[in-house]
């Protein structure tokens, strides 16, 4: 199910009934899971040929930046085809989750084709991960959190599986800071969700709503309308 409650463009909700205040001030699309598995089930044969290219220079940037040592636990949400499952550094053990079995599927063929062998690949929801608490150093959603019905839940899920003292990485397009823009994504979400992504989710809201302190938000990509956004959880480092 997909439902537009404000279609005004002011980027506030006009309806009582459907999402909640929380997730309304998020962005002006609701999804649910049901639908975005059907979107990526369906767009999983050309992903590679549009968003692989567009989106590359950013998944470059990103993990060239990652704080990683020898022998780290990785976890990525939302792998996807698997484009990032190839460069991570070859001494981490890496585990990457999707929801979507043809998408995985395409990770798979990826991954055997590189000879990738670090890598295991799960199916699992972002929002309900299968693992205990502190599991990974590093917990890392590359291009995944606008996609999602519920970024805030699949952020408080990567924190709960990441150890004290790692980090928490979020790659992400989020609304504009141009008023213009910020009005042209408003208007667009209702229809970029058919292809996969809402294209006006709130940075400063869902920083808000998360309740965790980034420790750097850098501009990243071509052109730099993606965030990297990097979070340290607190605890003692082990
Ligand atoms: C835009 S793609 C990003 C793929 C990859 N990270 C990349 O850099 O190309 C978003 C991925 O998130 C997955 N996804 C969306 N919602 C999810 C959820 N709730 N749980 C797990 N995976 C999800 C989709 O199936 C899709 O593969």
Redesign the pocket.
């Known amino acids: 199910m997909i439902s537009l409650f404000n279609q005004s463009g002011s980027g506030r909700a006009d309806a009582v009934v459907g999402p909640d205040a929380a997730t309304r001030a998020l962005s002006v699309t609701d999804v649910e899971?049901e639908f975005?598995?059907r979107v990526?089930t369906d767009i999983s044969w050309w992903y590679d040929l549009f968003?692989g290219p567009t989106?590359h220079a950013g998944?470059l940037e990103a993990i060239r930046g990652l704080p990683l040592s020898a022998g780290d636990r990785i976890l990525?949400?939302?792998?996807?085809?698997g484009?990032?499952a190839c460069l991570y550094p070859r001494d981490c053990r890496v585990t990457g989750?999707?929801?979507?079995a043809s998408?995985l599927a395409k990770a798979g063929r990826r991954i055997r084709a590189h000879g990738v062998r670090n890598v295991e690949l799960l199916e699992?929801?972002?929002?309900d991960l299968q693992f205990e608490d502190d599991s990974f150093d590093l917990v890392y959603a590359?291009?995944?959190i606008s996609?999602?019905?519920d970024p805030v839940q699949?952020t408080r899920e990567m924190h709960r599986v990441c150890r004290p003292g790692g980090h928490v990485v979020v790659l992400n397009h989020f609304r504009s800071e141009n008023r213009l823009m910020a009005w042209a994504e408003r208007v667009l979400s209702p229809l970029t969700v058919h292809v996969?992504?809402k294209a006006d989710v709130d940075l400063p809201e869902f920083i808000r709503q998360t309740g965790y302190e980034p420790l750097s938000i850098e501009k990243v990509n071509i052109p730099r309308i993606w965030s990297l956004v990097t979070f340290r959880k607190d605890g003692p480092a082990v």
């Open positions: 899971n975005v598995e990526y968003f989106l998944r990525e949400i939302g792998v996807g085809t484009i990032n989750i999707d929801f979507s998408m699992m929801d972002a929002a590359p291009y995944v996609v999602v019905p699949v996969g992504f």
